[in-house]
Protein backbone atom coordinates (compact mmCIF):
# COMPACT_ATOMS: atom_id res chain seq x y z
CA UNK A 1 0.00 0.00 0.00
CA UNK A 2 1.75 3.17 -0.96
CA UNK A 3 2.81 6.42 1.43
CA UNK A 4 1.67 6.34 4.87
CA UNK A 5 -1.94 6.28 6.15
CA UNK A 6 -4.15 7.93 9.36
CA UNK A 7 -6.07 5.06 11.29
CA UNK A 8 -8.73 5.31 13.86
CA UNK A 9 -8.34 2.85 16.84
CA UNK A 10 -10.48 2.33 19.50
CA UNK A 11 -10.17 4.00 23.08
CA UNK A 12 -7.82 1.22 24.94
CA UNK A 13 -10.49 1.34 27.68
CA UNK A 14 -13.18 0.14 25.63
CA UNK A 15 -13.82 -3.24 25.23
CA UNK A 16 -14.24 -3.17 21.38
CA UNK A 17 -10.91 -2.61 21.42
CA UNK A 18 -9.55 -5.63 23.23
CA UNK A 19 -12.52 -7.60 21.08
CA UNK A 20 -11.50 -6.55 17.90
CA UNK A 21 -7.99 -7.20 18.90
CA UNK A 22 -8.19 -10.91 20.05
CA UNK A 23 -10.65 -11.75 16.60
CA UNK A 24 -8.00 -10.31 14.45
CA UNK A 25 -4.84 -12.01 15.93
CA UNK A 26 -6.19 -14.99 17.75
CA UNK A 27 -10.05 -15.80 17.22
CA UNK A 28 -10.58 -15.49 13.64
CA UNK A 29 -7.34 -17.32 12.76
CA UNK A 30 -8.07 -20.91 14.80
CA UNK A 31 -11.81 -20.95 13.80
CA UNK A 32 -11.32 -20.31 10.34
CA UNK A 33 -7.62 -20.74 9.64
CA UNK A 34 -8.01 -20.89 5.97
CA UNK A 35 -8.87 -17.78 4.45
CA UNK A 36 -7.01 -15.34 7.45
CA UNK A 37 -4.23 -14.32 6.38
CA UNK A 38 -1.72 -11.18 8.88
CA UNK A 39 -2.78 -9.94 11.90
CA UNK A 40 -2.81 -5.67 12.32
CA UNK A 41 -3.95 -3.86 14.96
CA UNK A 42 -7.82 -2.78 15.50
CA UNK A 43 -8.40 0.32 13.09
CA UNK A 44 -11.17 1.90 10.99
CA UNK A 45 -8.58 3.73 8.04
CA UNK A 46 -9.32 7.08 7.69
CA UNK A 47 -7.57 7.51 4.33
CA UNK A 48 -4.05 5.84 2.56
CA UNK A 49 -1.45 7.49 -0.08
CA UNK A 50 -0.46 10.34 2.81
CA UNK A 51 3.06 11.09 0.72
CA UNK A 52 5.87 11.44 3.83
CA UNK A 53 6.65 14.83 2.63
CA UNK A 54 3.48 15.60 3.82
CA UNK A 55 4.75 15.14 7.17
CA UNK A 56 8.30 14.89 6.97
CA UNK A 57 10.93 14.25 9.62
CA UNK A 58 8.44 16.03 12.30
CA UNK A 59 5.29 13.60 12.27
CA UNK A 60 3.88 14.21 15.47
CA UNK A 61 3.94 17.99 15.23
CA UNK A 62 2.33 17.44 11.92
CA UNK A 63 -0.56 14.98 13.39
CA UNK A 64 -0.95 17.51 16.37
CA UNK A 65 -1.20 20.55 14.01
CA UNK A 66 -4.63 19.19 12.37
CA UNK A 67 -7.85 20.36 14.45
CA UNK A 68 -9.38 16.98 15.13
CA UNK A 69 -12.76 16.67 16.24
CA UNK A 70 -13.69 16.15 19.79
CA UNK A 71 -14.22 12.74 21.08
CA UNK A 72 -17.72 12.78 20.98
CA UNK A 73 -18.26 14.09 17.58
CA UNK A 74 -16.63 10.62 16.48
CA UNK A 75 -19.19 7.95 16.44
CA UNK A 76 -18.17 4.52 15.36
CA UNK A 77 -21.07 2.23 14.72
CA UNK A 78 -20.59 -1.08 13.66
CA UNK A 79 -23.18 -2.00 10.86
CA UNK A 80 -22.60 -5.45 9.05
CA UNK A 81 -19.85 -8.23 8.44
CA UNK A 82 -19.40 -7.81 4.67
CA UNK A 83 -16.67 -9.25 1.99
CA UNK A 84 -15.11 -8.19 -1.01
CA UNK A 85 -12.30 -10.05 -3.56
CA UNK A 86 -9.42 -7.70 -2.36
CA UNK A 87 -6.74 -8.69 -0.34
CA UNK A 88 -7.34 -5.00 1.93
CA UNK A 89 -10.80 -6.03 2.52
CA UNK A 90 -11.43 -9.66 2.23
CA UNK A 91 -13.95 -9.15 5.11
CA UNK A 92 -14.51 -6.95 7.63
CA UNK A 93 -17.16 -4.67 9.55
CA UNK A 94 -18.59 -2.19 7.35
CA UNK A 95 -18.89 1.19 9.51
CA UNK A 96 -21.69 4.24 9.38
CA UNK A 97 -20.79 7.28 7.15
CA UNK A 98 -22.21 10.00 9.16
CA UNK A 99 -20.57 9.15 12.52
CA UNK A 100 -17.11 9.54 10.64
CA UNK A 101 -17.28 12.15 8.08
CA UNK A 102 -15.87 14.83 9.54
CA UNK A 103 -12.77 13.12 11.10
CA UNK A 104 -12.27 10.91 7.71
CA UNK A 105 -12.76 14.33 5.56
CA UNK A 106 -10.43 16.00 7.62
CA UNK A 107 -7.73 13.28 7.61
CA UNK A 108 -7.99 13.33 3.29
CA UNK A 109 -7.85 16.96 3.67
CA UNK A 110 -4.85 17.46 5.38
CA UNK A 111 -2.82 14.21 4.36
CA UNK A 112 -3.91 13.96 0.49
CA UNK A 113 -5.72 16.73 -0.97
CA UNK A 114 -3.20 19.86 0.60
CA UNK A 115 -6.87 21.93 1.83
CA UNK A 116 -6.66 23.34 5.40
CA UNK A 117 -10.25 21.63 6.08
CA UNK A 118 -13.24 19.58 4.02
CA UNK A 119 -13.28 21.94 0.12
CA UNK A 120 -14.43 21.27 -2.66
CA UNK A 121 -11.51 18.22 -3.61
CA UNK A 122 -12.43 16.45 -0.08
CA UNK A 123 -16.18 16.49 -0.54
CA UNK A 124 -15.71 15.21 -3.74
CA UNK A 125 -13.94 12.02 -2.37
CA UNK A 126 -16.78 11.72 0.98
CA UNK A 127 -18.88 11.13 -1.79
CA UNK A 128 -16.96 8.54 -4.01
CA UNK A 129 -15.65 6.96 -0.74
CA UNK A 130 -18.78 6.57 0.86
CA UNK A 131 -20.75 5.22 -2.11
CA UNK A 132 -18.04 2.78 -2.96
CA UNK A 133 -16.65 1.04 0.11
CA UNK A 134 -16.61 3.49 2.75
CA UNK A 135 -15.29 2.97 6.27
CA UNK A 136 -14.88 -0.16 7.75
CA UNK A 137 -12.86 -1.67 10.44
CA UNK A 138 -11.04 -4.56 9.02
CA UNK A 139 -11.36 -8.51 10.32
CA UNK A 140 -9.45 -10.52 7.50
CA UNK A 141 -6.58 -9.42 5.29
CA UNK A 142 -5.83 -12.15 2.57
CA UNK A 143 -6.46 -13.82 -0.95
CA UNK A 144 -8.58 -16.60 -0.43
CA UNK A 145 -12.13 -15.88 -1.55
CA UNK A 146 -15.10 -15.82 1.27
CA UNK A 147 -18.42 -17.12 -0.16
CA UNK A 148 -21.96 -16.27 1.42
CA UNK A 149 -22.43 -19.63 3.67
CA UNK A 150 -18.89 -18.77 5.21
CA UNK A 151 -19.73 -14.99 5.60
CA UNK A 152 -22.35 -15.80 7.88
CA UNK A 153 -20.42 -18.07 10.06
CA UNK A 154 -17.86 -15.70 10.72
CA UNK A 155 -20.92 -13.06 11.11
CA UNK A 156 -21.92 -15.10 13.81
CA UNK A 157 -18.47 -16.13 15.33
CA UNK A 158 -18.24 -12.06 15.98
CA UNK A 159 -21.02 -11.81 17.77
CA UNK A 160 -20.64 -14.94 20.20
CA UNK A 161 -17.69 -12.35 20.75
CA UNK A 162 -19.87 -9.73 22.45
CA UNK A 163 -19.96 -7.94 19.09
CA UNK A 164 -23.78 -5.91 18.35
CA UNK A 165 -24.21 -4.83 14.39
CA UNK A 166 -26.89 -2.49 13.36
CA UNK A 167 -28.17 -4.86 10.48
CA UNK A 168 -28.72 -7.94 12.57
CA UNK A 169 -31.95 -8.99 14.46
CA UNK A 170 -29.79 -11.25 16.94
CA UNK A 171 -27.35 -9.46 18.77
CA UNK A 172 -25.65 -10.63 22.01
CA UNK A 173 -26.97 -9.86 25.00
CA UNK A 174 -24.86 -7.25 26.28
CA UNK A 175 -22.57 -7.11 22.55
CA UNK A 176 -21.02 -3.61 22.01
CA UNK A 177 -21.60 -1.93 18.77
CA UNK A 178 -20.07 1.24 18.66
CA UNK A 179 -17.46 3.58 20.43
CA UNK A 180 -16.75 7.21 20.81
CA UNK A 181 -13.85 8.94 20.01
CA UNK A 182 -10.24 6.94 19.66
CA UNK A 183 -6.77 7.62 18.47
CA UNK A 184 -5.45 8.22 15.66
CA UNK A 185 -2.42 6.59 14.58
CA UNK A 186 0.33 8.06 11.69
CA UNK A 187 0.80 4.53 10.24
CA UNK A 188 3.70 4.45 7.02
CA UNK A 189 1.84 1.41 5.44
CA UNK A 190 4.16 1.43 2.32
CA UNK A 191 6.08 -1.10 4.98
CA UNK A 192 5.48 -4.39 4.68
CA UNK A 193 1.67 -5.65 6.86
CA UNK A 194 4.09 -7.07 9.80
CA UNK A 195 6.05 -3.55 10.41
CA UNK A 196 2.98 -1.59 10.28
CA UNK A 197 3.50 0.50 13.28
CA UNK A 198 2.59 4.29 14.08
CA UNK A 199 5.28 7.13 14.03
CA UNK A 200 2.50 9.38 15.76
CA UNK A 201 -0.63 9.56 17.42
CA UNK A 202 -2.88 11.85 18.54
CA UNK A 203 -5.89 10.97 21.04
CA UNK A 204 -9.05 12.75 20.38
Not at 80 to 86: F, N, R
Not at 149 to 164: C, E, G, N, P
Request: with cysteine; glycine share 8%.
Amino acid sequence: MPGSSLWLIPPPSHPLHQIISKLISEHLPSEFPDITGPPFAPHMTLTSNIPPTVYGDKPQEWLDSIPWPASGDVQVQLKAVLTEDIFFRRCYIKVAFDGVRDVAGLARARGVNDEESIGSKTEQWLDEWNSSFGPHVSLIYGDTPIEEAKLQKITDFVKSKKVSLERSDSNPQGGFGSWEGGVVWLVPTDKPIADWRPIATKTL
